[in-house]
């Protein structure tokens, strides 16, 4: 069962920059695509970020350009790199694993981004 630690989370001012990370464990890394999530306060948790076990990487349009998703395969561990934040950043970020379609049902604790204005 895969298990996930995300951290790198803080306060940060607008404009300002932050560096998650999440340690994956429990499955065969190589086998899954990997990406991260986010859920603003009072809101449902939507898609950031996606790194396919190729490389290939995709975006929501409100993060483009400003945010870059890697992976280390040794490490088992998966990177978003946050630049210009805003304000409407500002949530609890995860990491999930994806199957072919299917997204992992397990969820770690998340990190909590502050961006202030």
């Known amino acids: 069962q895969v298990q996930l630690v995300e951290s790198g989370g803080g306060f940060v001012q607008s404009g300002g920059s932050l560096n998650l990370s999440c340690v994956v464990s429990?499955?065969?890394?190589?086998?899954?695509?990997t990406g991260w999530f986010r859920q603003a306060p009072g809101k449902e948790r939507q898609f950031v970020a996606r790194?396919?076990?190729?490389?290939?990487?995709n975006y929501a349009d409100s993060v483009k350009g400003r945010f870059r998703i890697s992976r280390d395969e040794a490490k088992k561990m998966v990177y978003l790199q946050m630049n210009n934040l805003k304000p409407d950043d500002t949530a609890v970020y995860y990491c999930?694993?994806?199957?072919?379609?299917?997204?992992?049902?397990?969820w770690g604790q998340g990190t909590s981004v502050t961006v202030s204005s």
């Open positions: 429990g499955i065969v890394f190589r086998n899954f695509n």
């Open positions: 790194i396919t076990s190729a490389g290939y990487r």
């Open positions: 999930n694993v994806q199957y072919g379609h299917n997204w992992s049902n397990n």
